[in-house]
C-alpha cells in the first residue's frame, strides 16, 4: 500500500487547523498515512492543536510564508519516505474529502500531478483584481508549458513522492508557478480535478497584506525567471 | 552664502557619520576593512565638501560641465553601488536565516520522533 504524506502549511491557523486534520483522519483512515503540519511562526496556538491531533510539526522559528512552510513539509515527508503527497491549505477552503478524487487520477496513471480547480466547477466569487491575476498567470504558464490548467496558483496538489526532486521550487512565497513550470519543464503530466473552495471562515489570507498583494505580479515574474534559469538536471 | 549653509550642514553630517562609524568600530559590529573604507569615505566627503574647487580637476575629463553636475553624478553612482550592495546583503542574509529556521525546525521535528519512538521502545 502507498504510503501518503500530507503536508499543510499553517500560520495562525489554531481555529480551523483542527477541522481539516480531523477529517483527513477520517478521510485516510484505511490508508498507511502521516501528517505533516509546518507551523510558520504562528503567534497563536496552532502548533499545540496540531499536536494534540496526532499530527506530526515542524515549528519554524520565524515565518517563511506559505512556500518555505510546503518547502519544509515536504522535506518530512521525504524523510518519512512518503510515495505520495497531498498539500493541503489548514485554513479549510480545501475540502479534505476532495482527496479520494485527486488519489483516483493519479492511480489511474493518467498523470504525475493532480491539481484542483476553483474554476472547473461552480467558479467561487473572488475579487477583480484577484481573478484577473490568477487569469493572467494561467494563461502565461499554460503558454509556457503547453498543459491547458485552469487554475495555476492553486494550492490543493497530489503527487508522486519520486517528482519530488524535480519540483522542488526555489520561492518562498508564490511558489505554485514555479512548480507547475518545473512540472512542464520535465514533461510531467498535470492534471485537474474541480473542487469547491470554502471562503475561509477564520485566519486571514496572505492576500490581506496590501504589500503581498501588490508585489504579487513581480514575485510571480520572478519565479518564472527561477523555473527557466534552472539546470537541466 | 548658500554653499557655506551646504558646506556647514555637509561638515556636521560627516561628524555624525564620523562618530557613528568609531562607534560602531568600537562596539565590534563593523569589521576592520569597512571601518578603513567609511573612514576614507567621509574623509573624501569633508575634503569635497571644504575645497569643492578641487573636482574642477576631474570635471574636464567627465565632460559634465560644473563642479554641481560632476558632484551629482558621482553621488548617484556612489548611492547606486551602495543600494546593490545592500540588497545583495540583504538577499543573501535571508537566504540564510530561511536555511536556519528550517534546518532548526527539521532538527527538533527529528529529535521530537526519535524521542517518540524511544519512550515507545520502552514500554
Known sequence: MSKIGVVIPAHNEEKSLHKVIGEIHEVLENYEYNIFVVDDGSDDDTMKIALR????????????????????????????????????????????????????????????????????????????????????????????????????????????????????????????????????????????????????????????????????????????????????? | MFQRGIQVVGLIISMISFSVVYWLRKQNRLSGRSFIFWVCFWLLFVIIDVFPSLTSYITPYFDLGTNMYTLVAFSIMILFVMVFSLFSHIYDLNYKVDKLVRDQALSNWKNSVAIDSSRRDDT
Open chain 1, 53 to 233: 491531533n496526532n499530527a506530526q510539526v515542524a515549528h519554524h522559528a520565524y515565518p517563511l510564508g506559505v512556500g518555505g512552510a510546503i518547502k519544509t513539509g515536504f522535506l518530512m515527508a521525504k524523510e518519512w519516505n512518503s510515495d505520495i503527497i497531498v498539500q493541503i491549505d489548514a485554513d479549510y477552503q480545501h475540502d479534505p474529502y476532495d482527496i479520494p478524487k485527486f488519489l483516483k487520477v493519479l492511480d489511474s496513471g493518467e498523470a504525475d500531478i493532480v491539481i484542483g480547480s476553483r474554476f472547473l466547477e461552480n467558479p467561487p466569487e473572488l475579487n477583480g483584481v484577484r481573478k484577473m491575476g490568477i487569469f493572467f498567470f494561467t494563461r502565461l504558464v499554460n503558454a509556457l508549458t503547453g498543459y491547458n490548467l485552469t487554475d495555476i496558483t492553486n494550492g490543493y496538489r497530489v503527487f508522486k513522492a519520486e517528482l519530488l526532486d524535480c519540483l522542488f521550487f526555489s520561492a518562498e512565497k508564490h511558489w505554485a508557478i514555479e512548480m507547475t513550470l518545473l512540472a512542464g519543464k520535465k514533461g510531467l503530466r498535470v492534471s485537474e480535478v474541480p473542487i469547491d473552495c470554502v471562503n475561509r471562515e477564520t485566519g486571514l489570507s496572505q492576500f490581506f497584506n496590501i504589500a503581498t498583494f501588490f508585489f504579487y505580479p513581480i514575485r510571480a515574474l520572478k519565479q518564472i525567471y527561477a523555473a527557466y534559469s534552472r539546470g537541466s538536471s
